[in-house]
């Protein structure tokens, strides 16, 4: 048996205005590139349950306008996003005869609409299921609905190794690592691993670093995007991690909480560790817009007044920060965008990505905005981009939260603005190394 993976690579953005004005900023369009080139984790992952009787090919959904027949069926996995192109590609796979198994977020998320239009759909985290499902293949009996959901989350220390393999040699600029799963925190609105299975994991390090070795191995000088909601959210493994990848020469990326920037002995571990950039959801640099969000403590709300800090600390050890800001919270009104283009301006935050509040289906956030009667359009998935509206703010319409974001972008990605704030990282960080070495 042969088996096609084949994912939903690239951007995607319905506000064809936005995308023109992003794309016409150097610092956008450049990490734009980065990002469209990275391959499907999750895809490889399953890929590397299969047993070695069955053939395993990659193929990005780009590179298939014509589907190739050799496949005795194809593992699709989408976001909310691709959702509805990921459906018409299941159409045509199927009327050639070929099963399809779909995966991923929004299969999870939005089970019995995805069975609509593939053979099998998989909720959840794929490695609980993928070996029944290949042998279900194998006997003909695919079931409609597998849910790992119901299972025990999956143990990392069986963790199968991604078949990096699949990848061709030259085209992956960055790969994808992953070191935990979920997150202890309960935002609204998030629509990342935690949909999978609830329970927070990590990874043991010497899997991770065995993955790492592995891309190393393949790709000589391989830069590492952590896949993680929350990399260093357990201290103690973040810690271990670290200790284990000093030296070893890798250049990384993770997303993270601003909790790292209470630990300065982390910082400068990460930093010998090759930890180039983390990203790091402020969400908004309002105490009113934060209150309520994560729904465990209201931490990201407690944390507000010491998010300059932190930025200040984190970026002072060379590594630095990525500020994720959303507008269209509940707390939000007319004076946030300014509220944030000050916070990134006294910050000197390196690197800042808004996005607008997404109720990604299947959420809480949408959820309660159903509720509320507040989503504009129910059968929306491909706005669920991070970058198009489909909600009714609270203290702003949507024209107002659609054009004070474009002119926020405007004034975010100005290169002038991003060089004065490049300039002032690297004349902060030589001072704080002459400090280091004269105490
Ligand atoms: C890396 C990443 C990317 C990469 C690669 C995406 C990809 N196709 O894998 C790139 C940069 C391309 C990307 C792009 C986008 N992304 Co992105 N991305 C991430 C990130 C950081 C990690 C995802 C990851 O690799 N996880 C690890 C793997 C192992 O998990 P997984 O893919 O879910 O796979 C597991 C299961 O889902 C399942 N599974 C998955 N597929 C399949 C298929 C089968 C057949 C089976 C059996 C099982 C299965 O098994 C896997 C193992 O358990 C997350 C945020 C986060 N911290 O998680 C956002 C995230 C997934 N991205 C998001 C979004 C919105 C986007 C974009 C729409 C942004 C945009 N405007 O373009 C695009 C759309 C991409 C696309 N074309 O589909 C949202 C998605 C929310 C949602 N529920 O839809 C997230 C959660 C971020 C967020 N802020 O909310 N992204």
Same mark, same amino acid.
């Given at each position: 048996?042969?088996?096609?993976?084949?994912?939903?690579?690239?951007?995607?953005?319905?506000?064809?205005?936005? &995308?023109?004005?992003?794309?016409?900023?150097?610092?956008?369009?450049?990490?734009?590139?980065?990002?469209?080139?990275? $391959?499907?984790? !999750? &895809?490889?992952?399953?890929?590397?349950?299969? *047993?070695?009787?069955?053939?395993?090919?990659?193929?990005?959904?780009?590179?298939?306008?014509?589907?190739?027949?050799?496949?005795?069926?194809?593992?699709?996995?989408?976001?909310?996003?691709?959702?509805?192109?990921?459906?018409?590609?299941?159409?045509?796979?199927?009327?050639?005869?070929?099963?399809?198994?779909?995966?991923?977020?929004?299969?999870? &998320?939005?089970?019995?609409?995805?069975?609509?239009?593939?053979?099998?759909?998989?909720? !959840?985290?794929?490695?609980?299921?993928?070996?029944?499902?290949? @042998?279900?293949?194998?006997?003909?009996?695919?079931? $409609?609905?597998?849910?790992?959901?119901?299972?025990?989350?999956? +143990?990392?220390?069986?963790?199968?190794?991604?078949?990096? +393999?699949?990848?061709?040699?030259?085209?992956? *600029?960055?790969?994808?690592?992953?070191? =935990?799963?979920?997150? *202890?925190?309960?935002?609204?609105?998030?629509?990342?691993?935690? %949909?999978?299975?609830?329970?927070?994991?990590?990874?043991?390090?010497?899997?991770?670093?065995?993955?790492?070795?592995?891309?190393?191995?393949?790709?000589?000088?391989?830069?590492?995007?952590?896949?993680?909601?929350?990399?260093?959210?357990?201290?103690?493994?973040?810690?271990?991690?670290?200790?284990?990848?000093?030296?070893?020469?890798?250049?990384?990326?993770?997303?993270?909480?601003?909790?790292?920037?209470?630990?300065?002995?982390?910082?400068?571990?990460?930093?010998?560790?090759?930890? =180039?950039?983390?990203?790091?959801?402020?969400?908004?640099?309002?105490?009113?817009?934060?209150?309520?969000?994560?729904?465990?403590?209201?931490?990201?709300?407690?944390?507000?007044?010491?998010?300059?800090?932190?930025?200040?600390?984190?970026?002072?050890?060379?590594?630095?920060?990525?500020?994720?800001?959303?507008?269209?919270?509940?707390?939000?009104? $007319?004076?946030?965008?300014?509220?944030?283009? =000050?916070?990134?301006?006294?910050?000197?935050?390196? +690197?800042? @990505?808004?996005?607008?509040?997404?109720?990604?289906?299947?959420?809480?956030?949408?959820?309660?905005?159903?509720?509320?009667?507040?989503?504009?359009?129910?059968?929306?998935?491909?706005?669920?981009?991070?970058?198009?509206?489909?909600?009714? *703010?609270?203290?702003?319409?949507?024209?107002?939260?659609?054009?004070?974001?474009?002119?926020?972008? %405007?004034?975010?990605?100005?290169?002038?603005?991003?060089?004065?704030?490049?300039?002032?990282?690297?004349?902060?960080?030589?001072?704080?190394?002459?400090?280091?070495?004269?105490?």
């Amino acid at each position: 048996m042969n088996i096609g993976y084949i994912a939903m690579s690239g951007l995607r953005l319905v506000d064809q205005e936005l &995308l023109d004005l992003g794309l016409s900023f150097p610092a956008v369009a450049r990490r734009a590139r980065e990002i469209e080139a990275l $391959p499907s984790l !999750g &895809l490889l992952t399953i890929a590397g349950m299969s *047993p070695s009787h069955m053939g395993a090919e990659y193929l990005e959904v780009r590179d298939c306008d014509e589907i190739p027949a050799r496949f005795d069926a194809i593992a699709l996995s989408t976001l909310s996003a691709t959702s509805k192109e990921a459906y018409a590609m299941a159409a045509r796979i199927r009327a050639m005869g070929i099963p399809v198994i779909l995966g991923g977020l929004h299969a999870t &998320l939005a089970p019995q609409e995805a069975a609509r239009h593939v053979d099998a759909v998989v909720m !959840g985290e794929g490695e609980c299921v993928w070996p029944e499902v290949l @042998q279900d293949l194998e006997k003909g009996t695919l079931k $409609p609905i597998y849910d790992a959901r119901s299972r025990k989350p999956f +143990d990392f220390n069986f963790a199968p190794m991604p078949r990096f +393999d699949l990848l061709g040699p030259d085209r992956y *600029p960055r790969f994808t690592v992953q070191t =935990q799963r979920g997150c *202890p925190w309960a935002c609204e609105f998030c629509a990342a691993s935690m %949909r999978l299975s609830p329970t927070f994991r990590t990874k043991p390090v010497e899997k991770v670093i065995a993955e790492l070795h592995r891309l190393r191995d393949l790709f000589q000088r391989p830069f590492i995007e952590f896949a993680d909601d929350n990399t260093f959210a357990d201290k103690r493994h973040g810690r271990a991690l670290m200790k284990a990848m000093a030296n070893e020469g890798f250049r990384w990326f993770t997303e993270t909480d601003v909790s790292v920037a209470d630990d300065e002995d982390l910082l400068r571990m990460m930093r010998d560790a090759g930890c =180039q950039q983390i990203l790091i959801g402020f969400e908004s640099p309002r105490f009113a817009s934060l209150d309520g969000i994560e729904k465990n403590a209201n931490w990201k709300a407690r944390r507000t007044d010491r998010y300059l800090r932190a930025v200040e600390t984190i970026q002072k050890h060379g590594i630095t920060v990525n500020g994720c800001f959303m507008l269209g919270l509940d707390g939000d009104d $007319p004076s946030s965008f300014e509220d944030v283009f =000050q916070f990134v301006e006294s910050s000197g935050l390196y +690197d800042v @990505q808004v996005t607008y509040l997404t109720p990604f289906p299947g959420t809480p956030l949408w959820k309660r905005l159903s509720e509320e009667g507040r989503i504009l359009c129910e059968d929306a998935a491909d706005r669920c981009t991070l970058f198009d509206i489909n909600f009714q *703010p609270t203290h702003m319409s949507v024209e107002e939260l659609r054009s004070g974001f474009h002119n926020l972008v %405007r004034r975010l990605y100005a290169p002038e603005f991003v060089d004065r704030r490049s300039r002032a990282f690297r004349k902060h960080l030589k001072h704080s190394i002459r400090n280091r070495k004269q105490s």
